[in-house]
């Protein structure tokens, strides 16, 4: 049986902002996006609220008395988009500052309109463009 292996596809600066995390963190972070790719649900992941349902996914990693979390979708059956990955610093709780659910929102918009233009340019004969 093989094993179902989907790549990563960074939007804006997330990838810029997971390297700038801590090492720990990264490889924490990494780990179970690398569970993601192989179409598995990490334990540290569940539902981002305010995103519809169970293709949003955040996960969530304590450090040092710091959280961090990264957001991605599996609205895609053939990729997996990275969306958002910050250290939380809302006062507030769980809750995620508006700012990041703001910028969730248009990298997600973002993501649908990358993988539309994807299927389009795979429904084209080869050699047009």
């Known amino acids: 049986m093989s ?3 989907k790549p990563i596809l960074w939007v804006g600066s997330s990838r810029k902002d997971m ?6 963190v990264q490889d ?3 780990f179970d996006l690398f569970y993601v790719q192989r179409g598995l649900t990490p334990d540290s992941a569940k539902p981002l609220k305010g995103f519809g349902g169970a293709n949003v996914l955040e ?3 304590d450090y040092n008395t710091n959280t961090y979390r990264a957001v991605y979708t599996v609205r895609f059956t053939e990729r997996v988009y990275a969306l958002h990955v910050f250290q939380k610093k ?3 709780g769980t809750a995620l500052p508006k ?3 703001e ?3 248009s990298r997600l918009k973002l993501a649908e309109e990358m993988e539309k233009a994807r299927r389009e340019k795979m429904k084209r004969p ?3 463009k």
């Open 126 to 128: 080869a050699g047009k």
């Open 59 to 61: 996960i969530v990693c």
């Open 28 to 30: 924490e972070i990494g």
């Open 3 to 5: 094993v179902i292996f």
């Open 99 to 101: 700012t990041d659910a």
């Open 90 to 92: 809302s006062k507030s």
């Open 19 to 24: 390297r700038a995390l801590p090492e720990d």
């Open 103 to 105: 910028l969730i929102k």
